[in-house]
């Protein structure tokens, strides 16, 4: 049993209680999830809660892929899944898959395709670090370090749940979802049947953020940050799809995006150098 770190009993091995039927719960409480009603959540189709702490939809467009986050160390692009409800002029959309960036490496969580949800019985997350996909035991706690150990990536649940660790820079708690049939009836998508659009629900948390992050959510962190969405309102839109649009899900490179991989690579570079 593992205890938080600079608790008492932080690096003592204790042995679980006879009382307790497993090691770990199989599902863990709504702490290890992202929580969409907080700071730095981006859910449903999809409402962002800025650092601000204002509430707002970024519509963006189906099969898009736009810069959620862009600072000097790492990136974070969000690839949107959707479809065109009857009548309406612009896109229904989800997130499917979210791509981190740092140093001259890639990382991916993905949905996948989910015909009827299973209610959770089965893990609809893919991984992949570099190219090469991850294999992530199913179970709460199971969990992966990249080589090098910049980024770890931990189940909160036995499946369709992770937090992702970016060292020294940010978390990221991402779970799995699907469109619900409720979701659908008080939206009026349209969803079709034999695709229940899973997507991910994501709350991220940094680290140390610099004054120049931008990005969908991360110009919300921004001091001094005026955020133009009316508050009070049911729906209000921020724009940005033009600055933030990348080309692909791996992408660092948009009108406004402050990340650059030939910049971190060269400062990691120079301190490895500085280290000898």
């Known amino acids: 049993m593992a205890c938080p770190r600079w608790s ?7 042995r679980c209680p006879a009382e307790c039927p497993t ?12 929580d969409c009603n907080n700071k730095g959540s ?18 963006g467009k189906k099969d898009g892929h736009y810069a959620l986050l862009s600072d000097r ?12 409800p009857a009548g309406r002029t612009r896109d229904a959309t989800w997130i499917q898959a979210l791509g981190f960036l740092f140093r001259s490496h890639s990382f991916v969580v993905e949905a996948t395709g989910v015909a009827v949800w299973d209610t959770g019985a089965a893990d609809h997350i893919r991984l992949s670090y570099d190219g090469a996909a ?13 080589p090098g150990g910049a980024l770890t990536v931990e189940r909160t649940g036995r499946v369709n749940g992770v937090v992702v660790k970016l060292e020294g820079a940010a978390e990221a708690a991402v779970g799995v979802v699907p469109v619900t049939a409720e979701d659908d009836r008080i939206h009026r ?25 931008e990005g969908v959510l991360g110009r919300t962190y921004r001091e001094g940050f005026v955020n133009p969405a009316k508050r009070g309102v049911d729906m209000a839109v921020l724009g940005g799809e033009e600055e933030y649009g990348v080309a692909e899900l791996l992408s660092p490179r948009c009108k406004l995006c402050v990340f650059s991989p030939e910049k971190t690579a060269a400062a990691a570079a120079a301190a490895a150098a500085e280290a000898e």
């Open 8 to 14: 008492p009993c932080f690096r003592k091995e204790l």
């Open 134 to 146: 991850v294999e992530l035991p199913e179970g709460h706690g199971a969990s992966w370090t990249s």
């Open 42 to 59: 981006g859910c449903y189709d999809p409402r962002f809660i800025g650092g601000d702490g204002v509430v707002f939809y970024f519509h």
């Open 23 to 34: 090691a770990a719960p199989p599902t863990p409480g709504p702490s290890g999830g992202p």
């Open 73 to 84: 160390s790492f990136q974070v692009n969000a690839r949107f899944i959707g479809l065109r």
């Open 189 to 213: 998508y349209g969803i079709p049947a034999g695709d229940c659009f899973a997507h991910l629900e994501v709350q991220f948390r940094w680290l140390r953020p610099s004054p120049e992050m």
